[in-house]
């Protein structure tokens, strides 16, 4: 399968600097709301954005340099939900690719989940604790957290893969960090290919809606591009990050073109029905607000994991 270019309502931006659909310039704030939004970005443009703010209000570069003050990041989150419907979402954040705690409004949480109301506008503010070799920063937005896609729905997994990303270097270290290397079970250089994908075979990429607990699965991470990628691959369920099968969180894989590696993968045991997700994030270590792959987060369709 080729990697399919998806056309939906909800755009997310596709630049390099700058606030995620938000105008470059500080936005002026009334009532808790955003203002300052690109033309065609405000209520009723049917689009999401979103960035953080620093102490000032400004707005802060996505793939920029952030300063810890003290081993403290504090920003503001905010995000326009210019949809005609609410949405629940839930953050996350990296630190290194490794999930770690994180305060909002005075309280730690591992998933943050918060809603927003058709056509308004969530700002919270947000605390990380950071570390001497913290060298990348990662906040992760997932769309619609607790929904599941137990049938096949290729227009709503299509969407829900979707992972909104706000990826940052750290001005305390800018000394690269060592990632385990993933080696694969089996490797690809011609047939279906797709950046990262979930399938009950490693032969073939076939959406694989539900699965119970403690199967075993294939995880392809696939190149389609003509210059070799590197990508570190994080695994979730339920929002927490959970080890792959060597103990390691967090893996690297380099893929050249036209490859696809494999890798096998036990779901973990569940008590209750839980969405289980594989991330891979491009450029780790070399995120760059000049760079925009450098800034992505690609997510694999959304399995469910059942007891």
Do not use: C
């Not at 308004?120 to 503010?125: L, R």
């Amino acid at each position: 399968m080729k990697k399919q270019i998806i056309v939906i309502t909800v755009i997310l931006l596709i630049g390099i600097s700058g606030w995620l659909l938000y105008d470059i310039n500080q936005p002026e704030k009334t009532n808790g709301n955003t203002k300052g939004v690109q033309p065609g970005f405000e209520e009723g443009s049917n689009t999401i954005s979103f960035g953080l703010l620093d102490e000032n209000d400004k707005i802060v570069n996505n793939g920029s340099i952030l300063e810890p003050k003290g081993n403290k990041l504090e920003y503001t989150l905010s995000l326009s939900n210019f949809i005609e419907v609410e949405r629940d979402y839930a953050l996350i954040v990296l630190d290194n690719f490794k999930q770690i705690p994180f305060t909002v409004q005075g309280k730690q949480y591992n998933v943050y989940p918060f809603n927003a109301k058709a056509n308004k506008t969530v700002d919270f503010k947000t605390s990380i604790s950071v570390k001497k070799d913290t060298s990348e920063i990662d906040y992760l937005i997932i769309k619609k957290p607790n929904y599941f896609t137990e049938k096949l729905d290729i227009p709503k997994m299509h969407s829900l893969q979707e992972i909104l990303p706000m990826r940052f270097q750290v001005k305390n270290n800018s000394q690269k960090q060592k990632t385990a290397t993933f080696t694969p079970e089996e490797m690809f250089n011609e047939g279906p290919n797709d950046t990262i994908f979930i399938s009950k075979q490693k032969e073939e990429l076939t959406i694989l809606p539900t699965e119970k607990s403690g199967e075993d699965i294939y995880i392809s991470v696939g190149n389609i591009n003509e210059e070799k990628e590197n990508y570190n691959i994080i695994a979730l369920s339920n929002w927490k990050q959970v080890p792959f099968g060597n103990n390691e969180v967090v893996g690297n894989v380099l893929v050249n073109p036209g490859e696809r590696k494999v890798f096998k993968f036990k779901l973990p045991f569940v008590k209750a029905n839980s969405n289980f997700q594989v991330i891979a994030l491009p450029r780790p270590y070399e995120v760059s607000e000049k760079d925009y792959e450098s800034t992505r987060a690609e997510g694999s369709m959304r399995t469910v994991i059942k007891p």
